[in-house]
T-cell receptor
Framework: DAKTTQPPSMDCAEGRAANLPCNHS???????VYWYRQIHSQGPQYIIH???NNETNEMASLIITEDRKSSTLILPHATLRDTAVYYC??????????FGTGTSLTVIP | SQTIHQWPATLVQPVGSPLSLECTVE??????LYWYRQAAGRGLQLLFY??????ISSEVPQNLSASRPQDRQFILSSKKLLLSDSGFYLC???????????FGPGTRLLVL
């Protein structure tokens, strides 16, 4: 199970782009990168996932480096409701998602 | 669209009492279902998963059990709660070979 490393906390001004980094230097060639977020006292919310190409959906963009050893989740226009803990996860082993401690993002008015 | 429900949202139970938490999924059939526990300030721990009615796999030995009496219903139970059973219990579902899991709102359990 590839491990991920994320900064423990970040701040972002409301309306600006939030760029959340994740290192996964031991990722295998067939492992996906997943991003979830958890707002306080709620269940984790799926955001996006990708293998090696950049991905975009209505919530965010995922940029994966060419060597796949790191990725960045981009929230293009952060709002106060985006304040949450963001988890970067590399392909679940078996049936389990290994959620680490993630990055606590605070969007500042 | 698919939705996942859990209840109750919060629960306070005395040590030694029984437990029953329920999870239901709407809008899909034959989902894979999962029970996780999240201790305060920590990551998620997979407790049980199920690929079909009556099929339960346990990931860790514990004081809890799970059952799947219907296709879209997953129940987490205990005969006698321990203090260490306190936590945030999350149900999730996935479909077929897709690795994406979708989580419910969770049940916060406090055992006193």
């Amino acid at each position: 199970d590839a491990k991920t490393t994320q900064p423990p906390s970040m701040d972002c001004a409301e309306g600006r782009a939030a760029n959340l980094p994740c290192n996964h230097s031991t990722i295998s060639g067939n492992e996906y990168v997943y991003w979830y977020r958890q707002i306080h006292s709620q269940g984790p919310q799926y955001i996006i996932h990708g293998l090696k190409n950049n991905e975009t959906n209505e919530m965010a963009s995922l940029i994966i480096t060419e060597d796949r050893k790191s990725s960045t989740l981009i929230l293009p226009h952060a709002t106060l409701r985006d304040t949450a803990v963001y988890y970067c996860i590399v392909r679940p082993t078996g049936n389990q998602f290994y959620f680490g401690t993630g990055t606590s993002l605070t969007v500042i008015p | 669209s698919q939705t996942i429900h859990q209840w109750p949202a919060t629960l306070v139970q005395p040590v030694g009492s029984p437990l029953s938490l329920e999870c239901t999924v709407e809008g899909t059939s034959n989902p894979n279902l999962y029970w996780y526990r999240q201790a305060a300030g920590r990551g998620l721990q997979l407790l049980f998963y199920s690929v079909g009615i009556g099929q339960i796999s346990s990931e860790v030995p514990q004081n809890l059990s799970a059952s799947r009496p219907q296709d879209r219903q997953f129940i987490l139970s205990s005969k006698k709660l321990l203090l260490s059973d306190s936590g945030f219990y999350l149900c999730a579902w996935s479909k077929g070979s897709s690795q994406t899991q979708y989580f419910g709102p969770g049940t916060r359990l406090l055992v006193l």
